[in-house]
């Protein structure tokens, strides 16, 4: 189990995976004692490096100021309702690009889930992300990231998100996970949360693949819309 | 900018003070090149230093140090003076670049040579700024021994080393969820020998 809060110094120096990373800086969204230590802690690695002194040369200064003079600096970030809009509708077409992948999909039979049983203790995507052989996917388009996480020992997949916006009206996002036999069971609709982490419904063990639809509000036996992301998982 | 004898708060190893650098980036967000070029030559040594430490590889730091400086250009706007200051920004672009490059090429030789910092040649610049890198760098060293033995050992394999937590758990022979911790408590025990405020 990960106790979110300690990961803070090796987020400032670099010494977290990605996964860990991704699910930090979620929780750094949320935690102002965290963001306040970070800050903090990074000016420290600054003094800590401060004795590290070597002047690079002089053709590399060259280089870099040739270089600059092609290149646009980047606007500053502003709150921008109309951006904010655009950007969300953007987002889903580009990210059906990577999912051509599920065209040839078939129908097939829904997986029960054993969420309900009482001998399970219960689980969270902790035990997933956590797993010595977690297996872990990045997606990452326009600014918005996910990473899926499956351990074939805990038998579960688990999904963090990043930025990711938010769907339109009347509709929500609906996770699935993908049989050998090509078959799709849903694994749960996701809150509407740009940066969240979540455990998938069902059993992950075999799974070939992941992948989230938009649903109408409430979701769908099967998908009845293309996958806005999916991924492989072996 | 000046040339003159170090103003109080000025960074080891750079030629200007925080609010002046905060200026320079400001300035060259806005496209002005000559500002960029003041910006690169007051921090460039200190950039390139943490970089050669961590890759280790001349040719390769030389690539990494002109990436770094390639993203500070596009992305000095989105420089926040409310998140800290112009200089642990910049290292931090600089590390997490560093990181990425020597964990990108495992095959590196960096990955045969030993890690101790203490058999391993610090960049070091002989001209410029030396005093107040030598006193800032004693100030450091002092500032080090108030760190356990593990807590040093494991902030200085993740920082200088470029190493992964688990990585370092395994190589100082820690459980796996310890190394972490003691890269945590290391640094808050640093920030509070050196006095280090936002």
């Avoid at chain 1, 002047?55 to 951006?83: F, K, N, Q, Y």
């Avoid at chain 2, 490059?101 to 040579?113: C, D, L, P, Q, Y």
């Avoid at chain 2, 080090?144 to 758990?169: C, I, K, N, P, S």
Wanted: glycine letters at 6%; hydrophobic letters at 40%; charged letters at 25%.
């Amino acid at each position: 189990m990960i106790d979110i809060h300690a990961l803070s110094g090796a987020y400032v120096v670099d010494a977290l995976d990605d996964t860990e990373r991704s699910l930090f800086e979620a929780h750094l969204a949320d935690c102002p004692a965290c963001r306040d230590e970070v800050a903090e802690l990074t000016e420290t690695t600054a003094v800590l490096s401060s004795s590290l002194v070597e002047e690079p040369p002089s053709h590399l200064r060259d280089s870099i100021l040739a270089g600059i003079t092609t290149m646009r600096p980047l606007p500053p970030l502003v709150p921008d309702l109309a951006e904010h809009r655009r950007r969300r509708f953007r987002w889903m077409p580009s990210l059906m690009v990577a999912a051509a992948v599920l065209t040839a999909i078939a129908v097939g039979t829904l997986l029960i889930g054993n969420a309900g049983d009482p001998e399970q203790p219960v689980l969270t995507a902790d035990d997933v992300i956590s797993a010595e052989d977690a297996e872990r996917v990045r997606v990452e388009l326009d600014g918005a990231r996910a990473v899926i996480v499956r351990s074939a020992s805990v038998g579960h997949a688990a999904i963090i998100t990043r930025e990711m916006p938010p769907p339109p009206d009347g509709m929500v996002y609906q996770l699935w996970l993908q049989d050998p036999d090509g078959s799709l069971a849903s694994a749960g609709l996701m809150p509407r949360e740009r940066n969240q982490t979540l455990l998938l419904e069902g059993d992950a063990t075999s799974a070939i693949g992941a992948g989230i639809t938009v649903e109408p509000e409430g979701g769908s036996p099967q998908p009845t819309s293309e996958p806005i992301i999916f991924v492989a998982l072996s | 900018m000046s040339n003159d004898p170090v103003p109080a708060g000025e960074p080891a190893g750079t030629g200007a003070p925080t609010e002046a650098l905060a200026q320079l980036l400001r300035r060259s967000a806005r496209g002005d090149e000559a500002a960029f070029a003041e910006f690169y030559d007051a921090t460039a040594a200190r950039v390139h230093g943490l970089i050669r430490r961590v890759i280790r590889d001349p040719a390769q730091s030389e690539e990494v140090t002109q990436e770094v400086y390639w993203e500070v250009w596009r992305t000095a706007s989105r420089y926040d003076s409310n998140a800290g200051s112009p200089l642990a920004w910049l290292m931090t672009v600089a590390h997490r670049r560093a990181v990425d490059r020597v964990r990108a090429s495992e095959a590196s030789h960096r990955r045969e040579s030993s890690w101790s910092g203490r058999n391993q040649p610090v960049p070091h610049d002989e001209t410029a700024e030396r005093a107040t890198t030598a006193l800032e760098a004693a100030r450091v060293r002092s500032a080090m021994t108030q760190l356990t033995d593990l807590q040093r050992e494991a902030l200085q394999l993740a920082y200088f080393g470029g190493y992964t937590h688990r990585e370092v758990a395994a190589m100082l022979d820690l459980p796996v969820g310890t190394a972490k911790t003691r890269i945590r408590d290391g640094l808050i025990r640093l920030r509070d020998a050196l006095g280090v405020a936002r």
